[in-house]
């Protein structure tokens, strides 16, 4: 098949990195291509993938041991790392390319393929996910298009390779990147064919890994505005298949609209996604179904369980005592979130943000040393005595110096003899 476009190879393209890998490749003679992502993205004109993947994904018709043989003769770091399906990481000046061999699915789980190698490009084009991933690249820059993928690219349109029903019966996953795609490079309706596929298949979900199905979602709710996404899928039952008890986007709108001063979060948004309705319980059911990380989960419960006096009309001397509590990032991600749910209040959302961001940590001027050197028993006791100073020394908002606070403390254990 003849090349679709050619185009000048690019920067990364012609690093010494990649054409170090490029030549140990082809050292036989081999046809070695880019395909993927990093196709799509040099057609785009930029390098993120909607997923924040750096790697290079490159095609082979020769097998996994050949490889490994071809990389290890040219001294060129090489890591198995999915040999079973035809996968050889190699390491070049520390940037990682993802070699793998031309496939055929042989047999399909809803998960990963049974697979087989083969040297035909077009077979191993129609086993992709979506017609923009199906393209390819040759080192001087000739695109190969089978199923045409430029046109949906530059039209916006994500679009399953062949029959959608098949492509999410093979993988489960694919239903979610559809949307996750859609978000990042779609323009428009979703496509009908993929959508109603999609629509149709949504109870398949629950067949998926936790892990797939976060990572799939925060890369989704990390696109520059994922709401109109989210709201199809939950028109189309999709939504409530991952994140039970959400169905407004009203939130998560105006964060998106805040977070243009502020930067983007995924882990916010979802937890905007979630709010009003959702709780640490909430947040617990969730982080155990995505398999959250222990830090993803407690601050997902915390943006969802906000104190209640976090918001516009906090004074200086609370928002000083809630920042001493909690931590700054904490505080700000609540007073966002609130800001997100209250109307009207931008300026003063604004300032208690930059009062936050503002902040230093402090801690109380006396420790337990110096209550033992009092004579304070060793045990509770000691315990008691600083939390009394530290209540009181938060009551004075923290203008108590050191010599008051171990006057405080002086008090305090004379009152225990």
């Known amino acids: 098949m003849k090349p679709a476009r050619q185009i ?8 010494a990195p990649t054409r170090a890998v490029i030549d140990a490749l082809s050292a036989d003679g081999q046809e070695i291509r880019f395909v993927g992502g990093c196709v799509r993205d040099t057609l785009l004109g930029h390098g993120h993938d909607g997923g924040g993947h750096s790697d290079i994904d490159i095609a082979t018709p020769d097998r996994p041991q050949q490889v490994i043989a071809l990389l290890d003769r040219a001294g060129i770091k090489n890591i198995p790392t999915g040999i079973e399906h035809g996968t050889v990481t190699a390491v070049a000046e520390g940037q990682h390319f993802e070699i793998t061999t031309l496939r055929v699915d042989v047999k399909t789980h809803g998960r990963h393929a049974d697979v087989a190698f083969t040297d035909d490009w077009r077979e191993d084009a129609a086993r992709r996910d979506f017609t923009m991933n199906a393209l390819s690249c040759t080192p001087d820059g000739q695109i190969h298009d089978p199923w045409d993928g430029i046109a949906d690219l530059e039209a916006g349109r994500v679009r399953f390779v062949g029959d959608a029903g098949r ?4 993988d489960h996953l694919r239903l979610l990147r559809f949307f996750r795609f859609h978000a990042w490079y779609g323009t428009g309706a979703p496509d009908s064919g993929g959508l109603a596929a999609a629509t149709a298949a949504a109870k398949l979900l629950h067949k998926l890994s936790g892990e797939r199905i976060r990572n799939e979602m925060l890369k ?10 989210i709201e199809i899928m939950a028109e189309n039952g999709v939504l409530a298949e991952v994140v039970a008890g959400a169905a407004s986007t009203e939130i998560l709108r105006a964060l998106l609209a805040i977070e243009a001063e502020i930067g983007a979060d995924p882990l916010r948004r979802l937890a905007a996604l979630m709010r009003p309705s959702g709780n640490a319980a909430a947040a617990a059911k969730l982080a155990d179904r995505w398999r959250l990380s222990n830090a993803e989960h407690e601050r997902l419960a915390a943006l969802l369980s906000p104190p209640g006096q976090i918001g516009a009309d906090m004074k200086p001397r609370r928002l000083r005592r809630e920042l001493y509590v909690h931590g700054a990032e904490q505080i700000i991600d609540w007073l966002v979130l609130a800001w997100s749910e209250q109307a009207g209040e931008s300026k003063r959302f604004r300032s208690l943000i930059d009062a936050a961001r503002q902040w230093r940590p402090i801690a109380l001027p006396v420790k337990g040393a110096d209550a033992l050197a009092l004579g304070i028993p060793a045990g509770p006791a000691v315990g008691e005595v ?23 403390l002086r008090a305090l254990a004379s009152a225990l003899d």
């Open 8 to 15: 000048e190879p690019t920067e990364w393209m012609r690093a």
């Open 167 to 170: 492509r999410i019966e093979e």
């Open 220 to 229: 989704l709710l990390a696109a520059p505005d994922p709401a109109p996404v």
């Open 386 to 408: 600083l939390k009394a100073v530290e209540d009181w020394w938060i009551e004075e908002d923290f203008t108590p110096t050191r010599p008051d606070c171990l006057e405080k």
